[in-house]
Every structure is written in C-alpha cells, then in structure tokens.
C-alpha cells in the first residue's frame, strides 16, 4: 500500500475542502430582516438556503477532521490498520474512502 499517494490524495481533497469553505462563507451569514430588501417569501428562501449551507458546512468541517487524523496516521505509521481489530483495511476500501478507520467485518459488526 503507497501511503505517499494516500497523502497527496488526502491533501488534495483537504485544498479543495478549504476552498470551499471559503467560498460559501457569505452563504452561511445571517440573513438580513430588512423588509426592504426582501419580501417574506424571499427572506424565508434565503433562510432555507442560509440553513443548508450551515449543514452543508457541517458536513464539510467533519471531514476536513477526518482527513487532518488520516494524515497525522500516515505519519505514525497506523494509516490502513482497523481501528477495532488491528488488521489491514482493504487497499481498495481505503481507496473509497480514504479516512476510513474501520475494517468491513469491524464496521459491520458495529452497525448490527
């Protein structure tokens, strides 16, 4: 398993992950309650979509932290190891899922 391709793979997506974070800042502002700026209907659409770039966000938070802890396993050396039994997590799940921690028979004992 070439861990330097894992890592520049994980960075790359990180890169892009920080780029749109710092796209879709304004999306996550607080709508403005200026009744003259915006009609109700208007202000309630810019709600909804207010609130979706909030998850959105998130989502996108949750793994940027993914991927800071696979890299720092790169660096220890433990990336690819399940985190529940100890053994090589399929070469081909981790290239699915990159910040993957968990084995298939792991993550599926854990969800039954």
Do not use: W
């Given at each position: ?38 009609g109700r209907l208007s ?39 399940c985190d529940e039994c100890g ?26």
């Amino acid at each position: 398993m070439n861990h330097e391709a894992f890592r520049e793979l994980l960075l790359a997506r990180q890169a892009a992950l920080q780029d749109q974070h710092r796209d879709a800042a304004d999306n996550r502002a607080p709508v403005a309650l200026d009744q003259q700026s915006l009609g109700r209907l208007s202000r309630m659409d810019a709600m909804q979509q207010q609130a979706m770039a909030v998850a959105t966000n998130a989502r996108r938070l949750h793994e940027m932290r993914a991927i800071k802890a696979a890299l720092i396993r790169i660096e220890k050396g433990d990336f690819g190891v399940c985190d529940e039994c100890g053994e090589q997590i399929a070469e081909q799940r981790l290239r699915l899922y990159p910040t993957i921690t968990l084995c298939i028979a792991c993550a599926e004992a854990l969800e039954a």
